[in-house]
């Protein structure tokens, strides 16, 4: 990586400096290698390692790594590659490692498992470093990307910590295209597909709320004694030129808040009025609910947005996204994320980024990602291998995405 360029240099230098001290890795100078620790995967240099000496949990965040020797753990030499060109760095994994006690400990059987480790570990930064050239990538990405890094393979907690690492980058790289790469009608068209509307059938923004709020007012002030009754009301409000078009929606939307059990149904003699439940007083109350069931219903389809995406949607603008992220978090899951993947094949496959055998690759790495830390305990830490695989061959993939036109 080209760190001499100062914007470049601020860009990365967090993920390449000693967690504890700030000092920045270096190879020269044997103080300033980069250790990582197994389970949090913190990574300070040597320096620290060596003054935090006899403890049992890292300084960063509490978390223990047991009775894991520190001061034995070998030097994170992919890290080092993404700082320094591989002629500076020696290639032969007994001169890296020749003070390692852990590594030197190692049976031939482990040694070569940690190597061919090593190797793939290495592999990783270059893809990383090649896609950091190629266009600017978000923060967030870029700290996802160097968690992978920040793995300690030589111990079975480091390579368990890894397996999570590459799973969850798995579902990220497939949410984060999905994410990034549709426009805001495809968007518009994907949720409608999910919720089972005609094209061009989800409201505005405005009318989503006009919608609501005449719900509100309706059923607090004119007795409204079913569903159809509630539809044909709000029908009325609008005018006759808007009704055909408004009328999906306002279907929709009443069915959508009977469906979230929204109402009670309270008998007035020989009839009955609906009327909303304690717990909706107000507009915002059942826009939380009505703004939850559609992001829900949208997911459950494979249908993924950005907070700000379904601001737009729903609101018209992007800022209301601190009300739709937590709705997000709760709804991730690992269901949520296999139908993430086939809807990532759709769309990956739908603009040409990658086709034919390259696809059918990528998606069969995605899917292994997705269940790499699961696999562990079926097959042990075999596993890593493949994963490390699957991992290079997915990062590979999506940076050789043809640029959308
Ligand atoms: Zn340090
Ligand atoms: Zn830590």
Redesign the pocket.
């Known amino acids: 990586m080209d760190l001499s360029n100062p914007t470049v240099r601020s860009y990365y230098m967090e993920f390449l400096r000693c ?1 504890a001290c700030s000092q920045g890795f270096e190879y020269e100078n044997p103080s300033y290698h980069p250790i990582t ?1 197994p389970i ?3 990574t300070m240099c040597k320096q620290c390692i060596n003054i935090m000496g006899g403890q049992k949990a ?1 300084p ?2 509490q ?1 223990s790594f047991g009775n894991t020797p520190i001061d034995q753990l070998p030097t994170n030499y992919p890290l080092l590659m993404m700082i320094y060109r591989p002629s500076e760095l020696p290639k032969d994994h007994k001169q890296r490692h020749y003070q390692c006690r852990s590594y030197i400990e190692l049976d031939d059987e482990k040694k070569s498992y940690f190597n061919d480790l090593e190797k793939g570990f290495g592999d990783i930064s270059v893809i990383i470093m090649q896609m950091s050239k190629k266009k600017k990538k978000n923060r967030s990405t870029i700290r996802k990307l160097f968690s992978v890094l920040h793995s300690q393979y030589i111990t079975n907690e480091g390579c368990i910590k890894f397996l999570q690492v590459a799973s969850n980058l798995g579902e990220y790289i497939s949410i984060d295209f999905i994410l990034h790469y549709q426009n805001h009608q495809e968007l518009k068209n994907n949720l409608e597909s999910a919720l089972g509307l005609q094209q061009g059938q989800f409201p505005e923004p405005a009318i989503q709320e006009k919608i609501l709020k005449f719900i509100i007012l309706l059923i607090r002030c004119s007795g409204i004694s079913s569903e159809q009754h509630l539809m044909y009301s709000i029908l009325q409000l609008v005018e006759r030129k808007d009704q055909i078009t408004i009328q999906p929606s306002v279907e929709y939307i009443v069915r959508l808040l009977f469906g979230v059990h929204c109402f009670e149904i309270e008998p007035i003699g020989e009839f009955s009025s609906i009327q909303l439940k304690p717990t909706f007083p107000n507009y915002e109350s059942i826009r939380l609910v009505y703004d939850s069931k559609i992001i829900e219903n949208a997911m459950e389809y494979g249908c993924y947005m950005t907070g700000e995406q379904w601001s737009v949607l729903l609101y018209g603008y992007e800022t209301n996204e601190s009300i739709i992220d937590p709705i997000i978090d709760k709804l991730l899951t690992k269901t949520s994320f296999q139908t993430g993947i086939k809807q990532y094949e759709k769309i990956v496959s739908s603009i040409g980024a990658v086709q034919g055998q390259d696809l059918c690759d990528l998606i069969k790495h995605i899917q292994f990602l997705s269940n790499a830390n699961l696999a562990i305990n079926a097959s042990g830490l075999s596993v890593l291998n493949s994963t490390l695989d699957m991992l290079k061959g997915a990062l590979n993939s999506s940076n050789k995405f043809k640029k959308r036109s």
Request: contains cysteine; negative net charge; aromatic residues 0%.
């Open positions: 967690a620790l949090c995967g913190h890292c960063q965040d978390v």
